[in-house]
């Protein structure tokens, strides 16, 4: 039985390893010129894990998921923490007690702490669509300051378009936090590859069952030589976009070296409201690299269009998930082909629920 998966980002890089695992003959290819997608990193000559596609941080509570990658790599204890410039000060996003205590004058920043207590469980995460629709007028204060402060502007540079017309899902990625944990992320398992994400990926192909080709587009014809494929790429492409095109936010980054121990204050600062930069990435923090010099990255984001820029993030909303249907439909229609990934699948998967998706397809047509 041959099989070839169609692109070495993470989901088609996981589910080529357990194919391989399973005494499988696999071939991965992909038209860049290096395995691991948009994970990708590489190191400098100071030792500093830059990631090209920007700042990637892996955090899970699947421990199928973690005991997975774990067999490719060990991992440092990366604890995300990101801050926000919001009137004139850095602040810790989630929007938590602290950012609260941070901007707010003491009594003022008690009445909010307390409103807050008193609607909901302490450590929980409450999405800011919802803390807007809270009936105590400290807390609509509270709402109306965050959703514009920390929500609006950024994710009109983001997206382009306003947090409520997105799926509720996107902006509550990002929910406030009743509590005072600083971290971006509770999840039980989180870090950063510690020889990087490029050499985990190495390692999950290193194996003798598995054939790598790099800077291999894509063609139909190649179908022929496969009794099953795998489709990581995007979903309207491989139907040479019979319905139009699936729309997509691109990023353009500026990377920049200093000649300075450090940058900022930490891996990524937020300008929500400032610039037309989302945010900066300070790359040596992910394994507190010691050196003399920095190395950051200024995010642009920007629409995608085709042949100028890549894709970065599916625009999940109701008009563009229709569309996404139809071409499920399609897909559907194919004997030989399964989409996965961000990409085939037109979601917006993080990294462990995309190495996920690929653990459980494997499973489900395979039984293991
Ligand atoms: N978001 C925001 N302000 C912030 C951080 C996030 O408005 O300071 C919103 C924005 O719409 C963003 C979404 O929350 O796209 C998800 O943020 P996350 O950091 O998860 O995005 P990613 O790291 O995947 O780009």
Redesign the pocket.
């Known amino acids: 039985m041959q099989t070839l998966i169609i692109g070495a980002g993470i989901s088609g890089i996981s589910l080529t390893r357990k194919f391989a695992d399973n005494s499988h003959s696999i071939t991965i290819i992909d038209s860049k010129n290096h395995i691991g997608g948009n994970c990708f990193d590489y190191f400098t000559d100071d030792g500093i894990d830059v990631h090209q596609y920007g700042t990637h941080i892996f955090h899970t509570d699947k421990k199928e998921v973690w005991d997975f990658l774990s067999r490719f790599t060990q991992w440092y204890p990366y604890q995300h923490e990101v801050k926000?410039l919001i009137d004139g000060q850095f602040v810790p996003?989630p929007f938590n007690f602290n950012s609260i205590e941070k901007l707010f004058p003491t009594s003022m920043a008690k009445r909010f702490i307390e409103a807050l207590l008193e609607e909901f469980p302490i450590n929980q995460k409450v999405p800011i669509l919802k803390l807007r629709e809270s009936s105590n007028s400290d807390l609509q204060f509270l709402a109306d300051y965050v959703y514009e402060k920390?929500?609006l502007h950024?994710?009109v540079k983001?997206?382009g378009v306003k947090?409520e017309d997105?799926d509720p899902l996107?902006?509550g990625?990002?929910p406030v936090f009743v509590g005072r944990d600083n971290r971006y992320f509770q999840s039980k398992y989180q870090g950063i590859p510690l020889e990087g994400y490029t050499k985990m990926f190495e390692r999950m192909l290193d194996h003798p069952n598995i054939e790598v080709k790099l800077e291999t587009p894509f063609s139909h014809d190649m179908l022929k030589d496969y009794d099953r494929c795998f489709f990581t790429g995007a979903i309207d492409e491989y139907f040479n976009y019979r319905y139009g095109q699936l729309p997509y936010r691109s990023l353009k980054f500026d990377f920049l070296t200093f000649d300075r121990p450090y940058f900022q204050s930490n891996s990524v600062v937020?300008y929500?409201c400032n610039y037309d930069f989302t945010r900066i990435g300070e790359y040596k923090y992910f394994l507190d690299t010691q050196c003399d010099s920095t190395v950051v990255s200024y995010e642009y984001p920007e629409a995608f269009e085709l042949g100028k820029n890549e894709r970065y993030?599916p625009i999940v909303n109701e008009e563009n998930n229709a569309l996404y249907q139809k071409y499920l439909a399609l897909a559907e229609q194919e004997p030989k082909v399964t989409f996965l990934g961000r990409l085939g699948d037109y979601k917006y998967y993080d990294m462990d629920t995309a190495v996920e998706r690929a653990l459980n397809l494997f499973n489900k047509e395979f039984g293991q």
Do not use: E
């Open positions: 926000a996003v920390i929500f950024y994710t983001q997206w947090p997105l996107v902006t990625r990002v937020n929500p993030y």
